[in-house]
């Protein structure tokens, strides 16, 4: 089925590049130092999630004073924010600029919306600002994904309505929240993770949008 779509909303990480390795190497090292279990298949529930949603899984009930809590995402931060420094258009996922610049010939509207708190810094490392109509964060609305806030919120803003906005997404959580907001919604990764979505790719280079959306 083609449909008449008038905005593709872009998650970040695991997406537009792959900045969920550096959230898991961020995180592995805090565990490791907390003497925390931890792996990277652990590390599968964290996309898409809050930094302070991510810790409570991680701490699993473990009940630590606020104080303690507030060192240990600053300190995850921290690291994160010391591999991030280092990107650059290089680490943009192959096909995303391709499938960026094809959308806006077809004078379709271009958003990020992503739950880090970081997305503006590493959108500006990558080189691609310019590109998109609006960027919304961490910061944008309170209720992060699952809940379907961030991405009504960036519709608002695009003065677009939610069935006709299309969002490409790698979590679960931010597929439920694409398909809480009505949206149409294209998941990036296993059928494990991204199943729900109304479209599935392995890798974004493998999006077909003539087989997605109405092309004159
Ligand atoms: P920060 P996305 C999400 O970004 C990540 O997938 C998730 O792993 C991370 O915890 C969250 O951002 C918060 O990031 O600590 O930088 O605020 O996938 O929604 O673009
Ligand atoms: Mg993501």
Same mark, same amino acid.
């Given at each position: ?9 872009? %998650?970040? %990480?695991?997406?537009?590049? %792959? ?28 996309? !898409? =999630? ?62 990020? &919306? ?12 990558? !080189? ?9 964060? !961490?910061?944008? =609305? ?23 906005? &299309?969002?490409?997404? %790698? ?5 439920? &929240?694409?398909?809480? &907001?009505?949206?149409?919604?294209? !998941? ?29």
């Amino acid at each position: 089925m083609q449909l008449n779509l008038a905005a593709f909303i872009f %998650d970040l %990480d695991g997406v537009i590049t %792959d900045t969920a390795e550096y959230h898991y190497l961020s995180w592995q090292r805090l565990a490791d130092e907390e003497g925390i279990p931890f792996s990277r298949q652990d590390n599968e529930q964290f996309r !898409g =999630v809050s930094r302070r949603d991510c810790l409570e899984i991680l701490l699993a009930g473990r009940n630590y004073p606020e104080k303690r809590v507030q060192e240990l995402l600053v300190r995850k931060n921290n690291y994160y924010q010391d591999l991030i420094n280092e990107i650059s258009s290089a680490n943009i996922i192959a096909g995303v600029l391709k499938l960026l610049k094809e959308l806006k010939q077809y004078r379709i509207k271009l958003a990020v &919306a992503s739950a880090s708190k970081n997305a503006r810094f590493v959108i500006k490392k990558l !080189g691609i600002e310019e590109i998109f109509d609006t960027i919304s964060d !961490g910061y944008s =609305v309170k209720k992060t994904k699952p809940a379907p806030d961030l991405f009504l919120h960036t519709a608002e803003k695009l003065r677009i309505k939610p069935a006709a906005c &299309a969002v490409v997404e %790698d979590a679960s959580a931010g597929i439920e &929240a694409a398909l809480a &907001a009505g949206m149409i919604a294209i !998941g990036i990764g296993p059928a494990e993770r991204v199943g729900k979505a109304h479209y599935r790719f392995d890798l974004p280079e493998e999006i077909n949008l003539s087989d997605i959306i109405k092309v004159n």
